[in-house]
């Protein structure tokens, strides 16, 4: 488990100033959508992914934590998740929930620091 929810692992191969926009995301039992918007800022790193026809068209939030490859070449970004985990994830409205700090706490809790990945915090 990281502390650094919101910060990318250093061995995932990003680079600060790389534009993810438009890059398939693959979740470790296969695809979830692309990368709608990304941020690099240090300690608030994150991807929102448009899930398509996925879960009927929704956004996801996942913090920069969870990428563990980035493939410049196929234009792929591979996370450390399924897809039933990502589904399960707090549910995030864009305009709602990008700049709630209450939302990002919840989330990160969800994915990092205060519970096995995956699962909801009791």
């Keep these: 488990?990281?502390?650094?929810?919101?910060s990318y692992q250093p061995t995932a191969g990003h680079l600060a100033?790389?534009?993810?926009t438009g890059y398939k995301v693959e979740a470790t039992?296969?695809?979830?959508?692309?990368?709608?918007k990304h941020s690099d800022e240090v300690g608030d790193a994150y991807l929102v992914v448009d899930?398509?026809?996925?879960?009927?068209?929704?956004?996801?939030?996942?913090?920069?934590?969870t990428v563990v490859r980035i493939d410049p070449e196929d234009r792929k970004v591979?996370?450390?998740r399924t897809k039933?985990?990502?589904?399960?994830?707090?549910?995030?409205?864009?305009?709602?929930?990008?700049?709630?700090?209450g939302y990002r706490e919840e989330l990160g809790t969800y994915y990092g620091t205060g519970a096995p990945f995956g699962s909801r915090p009791a």
């Design 1 to 6: 488990m990281t502390e650094h929810v919101w």
């Design 17 to 20: 100033g790389t534009d993810l």
């Design 84 to 101: 039933e985990q990502i589904k399960a994830a707090p549910e995030f409205h864009r305009d709602k929930h990008l700049g709630d700090a």
């Design 51 to 65: 899930t398509g026809v996925w879960i009927f068209g929704k956004e996801v939030l996942l913090p920069a934590s």
């Design 78 to 80: 591979f996370v450390a």
């Design 29 to 36: 039992d296969g695809s979830i959508g692309k990368v709608d």
